[in-house]
């Protein structure tokens, strides 16, 4: 696999990863420390796009980081638990459109079916 790195960092892709079968990926990266919030605008992760994911690291004290790899698909049918779609189109709130992941205790099991080892095994395979 080849991995490259925009020139402009303006669509919110921070990497494009080819096989050696010319298909490629966009990945948009993310990182968070422990549990909590971690979220993109929607203006720059357009979940129509089959070729972009997201890459969450989870980082916690003393040990290597958690890595998911995640399509966009996730967010086709969100719910305020994990895979978060919000609009901010209620009165008084400012905030841009964004998608979001809500990482906790209770469902951090949820991300499993996306670590990093499996999903691009998935990705190399042409399973996708």
């Not at 979940?47 to 958690?66: A, H, M, Q, V, W």
């Not at 890595?67 to 901010?88: G, H, K, M, S």
Request: hydrophobic content about 35%; proline content about 5%; charged content about 30%.
């Amino acid at each position: 696999m080849e991995v490259y790195t925009p020139e402009v960092d303006d669509h919110g892709v921070d990497f494009i990863v080819r096989d050696k079968n010319g298909r490629f990926c966009e990945i948009q990266v993310k990182s968070l420390r422990g549990k909590g919030y971690v979220f993109t605008p929607k203006s720059k992760f357009d979940i129509t796009n089959k070729n972009l994911y997201l890459t969450l690291l989870i980082f916690e004290s003393g040990k290597l980081p958690d890595i998911f790899l995640i399509p966009t698909q996730a967010w086709e049918v969100p719910n305020d638990e994990v895979f978060v779609d919000r609009d901010y189109d209620k009165p008084g709130q400012k905030s841009k459109p964004e998608y979001a992941i809500n990482i906790s205790r209770r469902n951090y099991d949820i991300l499993e079916i996306f670590k990093f080892e499996d999903t691009i095994k998935d990705f190399i395979g042409g399973q996708r």
